[in-house]
């Protein structure tokens, strides 16, 4: 799922408003269309000059350096020399822009809430592996190397020698075996399997840990996709936890300690409570910045980790800046009005409801506010989207959203050029609607780059005759001349854009153009707003028609995270066969036989054998047993033709859109568009942005003026 998706966006302005954020918009980007600092011509950049990152693990230099404050601790005697912090073989941050940074300074941000998840967005130093260059490739994290069997199905982790906590305590793969015995295996612990701990058939690996520093993972069949889903999200973030401090939690534990309470595991017992290191400054991590101080709805403070196991290709240990002060800020329009007033250092756009309309007013108040826009892609597939319930509980509102004309009519009644224009400040390219544009699978080649571009542009030109022709064709027709078409069966037609209440104006500003564009092709189009706690359970139930307030960001690999591609859980655009494919090799797949669809627990229902459905699931159940990469993006192209030749399943507007950032113009190595493999790929929290660009490689050109 695409971040931006639930994100509270203002309303896009018409007239002058519009004119002016497409000259800002304009002024913000290079001829070649990247997006730029602001920055006046002659002005210092605010990095290196490089594009994308080195791919080949760099080698530590044979000097090491720390920051001031750290080497007084040393002096002290308070910490251990840096030599004996660092791992052996630590990281080095592989970004073609650094330069070499400055040690010190705050950096101001502001949160919704004091532990809120994006924070964890800005470190990756959980995880075991790193996406580089916009996800097209992975490089080692806390994994110094690793391989697997031919036919993957079997991979060995070797981890860096020397590894420790936040706290000084060796890191080891024991850490790994706690969460996966102690957490995942334990029946009494919510967390489960992740997908990456799951074999091409869905059965569970078996991870061993042979020594302090190698993990096994064995699988009953083969699991190409792992070091991909390993590089995925922020581990013990937004991700899968894959490992906790044994030392300091085994204490709240009860195979380590009987006197703990029976609700250990739940989500307020002490176990819960000292594991998030997020609101909890004695939780010990591996990120470049631990929790200082925490004070619950107001502020939470980070500080420099000792042991952080980075550095740059100079041999100074991440990260730069001291510390990180996240203010809690309920209000988008009061953190808007902050960053205006230049009380913030470093913005995310995303994370804080920015939008493009966004750009003439923070360009007004750069002199005031400090900050410098900058323009990432987004690496949306879809931009504002729309999809039918493929499975709608009504048998012939079903019949019809499941025959393809009837969604490729719509698909061509759309007034794409409209909306980019006055949502999207005609930025973006105008997409039936498809994966991301920056997955792998389109990246590789020619044959990769013509496959979204088929899919993309099957049912994009607005044609209101070829339209109505195709609606004539299915039968749904004005039979009854009051100047509506109905159904085939002469019943009425009417067409629900369903949407939770809440969702952001720029999606409800696209469904009212939806609705004028439908009912002049002949339909009856009402929207229809649905409460946010029911929205989920009614979708998956099958009574509602459709969801317009969602997008498609997923990548950077079509197989890494599927659900847009075919449907395997209850959320998208086939709920019932969705969830249907979820309990596939469980008892409950068998069960409920002779049971309505829609009153089983839960509801679901098998594919048609011979319908589009089957045949993506068929080629995916290929691809994840087989190891070799050429193949399975074969595999991924020939889904891509379905959507193509049965589709569109959903329903895009426009893709990779710009998404904003905001930095004080004297912070450095926050890269630029250019600076970027791909210009950017911020929208799926799968690539976590801004954690895959290093934050802690920032640094203030002047940190004694941001103490």
């Keep these: 799922m695409a971040r931006s998706g639930g994100l509270d966006r203002r309303t896009f302005l018409y007239g002058s408003a519009l004119t002016a954020g497409a000259v800002t918009l304009g002024a913000c980007s290079s001829s070649s269309g990247s997006g730029g600092s602001g920055a006046k011509p002659g002005a210092k950049a605010r990095g290196g000059s490089g594009k994308g990152s080195e791919t080949k693990p760099l080698p530590a230099p044979a000097k090491f350096q720390e920051s001031p404050t750290l080497a007084a601790r040393v002096k002290s005697g308070d910490l ?36 809120d998840l994006q924070i964890r967005q800005y470190m990756y130093g959980h995880s075991l592996l790193r996406f580089v260059n916009d996800g097209l490739d992975i490089v080692p994290g806390l994994v110094a190397s690793w391989e697997s069997n031919a036919d993957a199905s079997e991979w060995t982790l070797h981890f860096r020698s020397g590894l420790k906590w936040s706290d000084g305590q060796p890191w080891t793969t024991a850490d790994i075996m706690f969460w996966w015995e102690d957490m995942v295996l334990n029946e009494e612990h919510p967390d489960i399997p992740p997908d990456e701990a799951k074999s091409g058939k869905g059965t569970i690996m078996k991870l061993t840990a042979p020594d302090e520093r190698t993990l096994v993972m064995k699988f009953d ?51 819960e409570k000292k594991r998030d290191y997020s609101s909890n400054p004695q939780s010990p991590t591996m990120t470049g910045w631990c929790l200082k101080s925490y004070r619950d709805g107001r502020q939470a403070i980070w500080e420099r980790n000792p042991y952080y196991w980075c550095i740059d290709k100079d041999g100074r240990q991440l990260p730069n800046i001291d510390t990180l002060t996240f203010s809690v ?116 080649n020619d044959q990769g780059r013509k496959v979204y571009h088929d899919w993309r542009d099957s049912f994009v030109k607005y044609d209101p005759e070829k339209a109505k022709a195709l609606l004539d064709q299915i039968g749904v027709v004005d039979k009854d001349s009051d100047g509506k078409r109905e159904m085939p069966d002469g019943t009425k037609l009417k067409i629900r854009v369903d949407f939770p209440a809440d969702t952001t104006k720029d999606h409800q500003q696209k469904n009212n153009l939806l609705k004028r564009d439908w009912e002049a092709i002949g339909l009856t189009v009402t929207l229809n707003p649905i409460p946010p706690d029911a929205f989920g359970d009614e979708w998956a139930s099958g009574s509602l028609d459709s969801q317009a307030a969602w997008e498609v960001g997923n990548g950077p690999d079509h197989f890494a995270q599927p659900a847009w591609l075919l449907p395997i859980e209850p959320t998208r655009w086939a709920p019932l066969e969705g969830q249907y494919f979820a309990l596939r090799g469980t008892p409950q797949e068998h069960e409920q036989r002779d049971v309505d669809p829609f009153k089983r627990t839960p509801p679901r229902m098998e594919p048609d054998p011979k319908g589009p459905i089957a045949k993506m699931w068929k080629l995916y159940d290929q691809s994840k047993l ?6 399975r993006r074969q595999l991924a192209w020939e889904i891509d033709k379905i959507h193509v030749t049965d589709g569109p399943f959903f329903m895009g507007t426009v893709a990779n859109t710009p998404q904003l950032v905001l930095a004080h113009k004297d912070l450095r190595n926050v890269p630029r568009k250019e600076n970027l493999a791909l210009g950017g790929f911020v929208n799926p929290w799968q690539h976590p942005s801004p954690a895959v660009y290093d934050p802690e490689a920032y640094f203030w050109a002047n940190p004694d003026q941001h103490s």
């Design 80 to 115: 251990p020399a840096l030599e004996k912090r660092l791992p052996q073989e630590p990281y080095v941050v592989p970004h073609r822009w650094l330069e070499p940074g400055k040690y010190g300074g705050n950096l101001l941000l502001a949160v919704p809430t004091a532990n």
């Design 221 to 271: 069949a083969p699991a190409p996709l792992t070091a991909a889903r390993l590089a995925g999200y922020v581990n013990r973030g937004n991700g899968t936890t894959w490992m906790e401090p044994k030392h300091y939690l085994k204490q709240f534990h009860p195979r380590y300690n009987k006197a703990v309470s029976k609700n250990w595991a739940s989500a307020d017992g002490e176990f």
């Design 329 to 444: 800020v309920e209000d988008p329009e009061v953190a808007r009005l902050q960053m205006q007033e230049g009380k913030l250092d470093y913005v995310h756009g995303p994370f804080n409801g920015l939008t493009l309309a966004d750009i003439s007013g923070f360009k007004k108040a750069e002199q005031r506010s400090g900050l410098d826009v900058l323009l990432w892609d987004g690496g949306s597939g879809t931009g504002s989207m729309f999809f039918f319930n493929y499975d709608h509980k009504d048998a012939p509102m079903r019949k019809l959203i499941r025959e393809p004309k009837f969604r490729q009519a719509l698909s061509l009644a759309t007034k794409r050029d409209e909306m980019q224009k006055s949502i999207y400040f005609n930025t973006g390219q105008q997409t039936t609607g498809t994966l991301s544009p920056k997955a792998v699978e389109y990246q590789v």
């Design 626 to 631: 087989e190891p070799d990469a050429v193949k």
